[in-house]
T-cell receptor
Framework: GNSVTQMEGPVTLSEEAFLTINCTYTATGYPSLFWYVQYPGEGLQLLLKATKADDKGSNKGFEATYRKETTSFHLEKGSVQVSDSAVYFC????????????FGTGTRLTIIP | EPEVTQTPSHQVTQMGQEVILRCVPISNHLYFYWYRQILGQKVEFLVSFYNNEISEKSEIFDDQFSVERPDGSNFTLKIRSTKLEDSAMYFCASNTGRDEQYFGPGTRLTVT
């Protein structure tokens, strides 16, 4: 079945540091890939997505590239801010008709000034 | 901006009791979902619901669970007889079908 393996947290960085959160997946066919973010006290929000190999999703300075050869979708940001502190979830959706999302465990990111 | 809402934000119940978790999806959405996250573990799919019936459910979604859309706005998850291992954060989500899923803030269920 489908699965997502995500970098264990928590991750603590200083402001303006470079961020990478690793995500790899196992799936049949060509799934769509997502990063969701959960800010304190809020629901899961879509951060970015990619629907086919070599697509790059980007939003709010975050980027992730769909790498089929390494089955990865690592999240990166060049210069993090305190406001980026949140929990980040990698997820995939099979493109065989069903709509359910398969999530990773989430990575808690804390940015210190 | 429209959003998915969930009530209550935190529910504490005793083992064996019934609980109902409530969600109000975005008004023009047609597909509805429940997920849960046990503390420190993955967010897991429970069930999807479309056209007033379950379209898919996971192994977790056994006979103790049920979902209902009792009116045009609410979408509920009922657990008939709660167990300690049902303690988790429960997320509701909705979408039009092909777009992203929009999630609510979650209900934290604590079974004692």
């Amino acid at each position: 079945g489908n699965s997502v393996t995500q970098m264990e947290g928590p991750v603590t960085l200083s402001e303006e540091a470079f961020l990478t959160i690793n995500c790899t997946y196992t799936a049949t066919g060509y799934p769509s890939l997502f990063w969701y973010v959960q800010y304190p006290g809020e629901g899961l929000q879509l951060l970015l997505k990619a629907t086919k190999a070599d697509d790059k999703g980007s939003n709010k300075g975050f980027e992730a590239t769909y790498r089929k050869e390494t089955t990865s979708f690592h999240l990166e940001k060049g210069s993090v801010q305190v406001s980026d502190s949140a929990v980040y979830f990698c997820a995939l959706k099979s493109n065989f008709g069903n709509e359910k999302l398969t999530f990773g465990t989430g990575t808690r990111l804390t940015i210190i000034p | 901006e429209p959003e998915v809402t969930q009530t209550p934000s935190h529910q504490v119940t005793q083992m064996g009791q019934e609980v109902i978790l409530r969600c109000v999806p975005i008004s023009n959405h047609l597909y509805f979902y429940w997920y849960r996250q046990i503390l420190g573990q993955k967010v897991e799919f429970l069930v999807s619901f479309y056209n007033n019936e379950i379209s898919e459910k996971s192994e977790i979604f056994d006979d103790q669970f049920s979902v209902e859309r009792p009116d045009g706005s609410n979408f509920t998850l009922k657990i008939r007889s709660t167990k300690l291992e049902d303690s988790a954060m429960y997320f509701c989500a909705s979408n039009t079908g092909r777009d992203e899923q929009y999630f609510g803030p979650g209900t934290r269920l604590t079974v004692t």
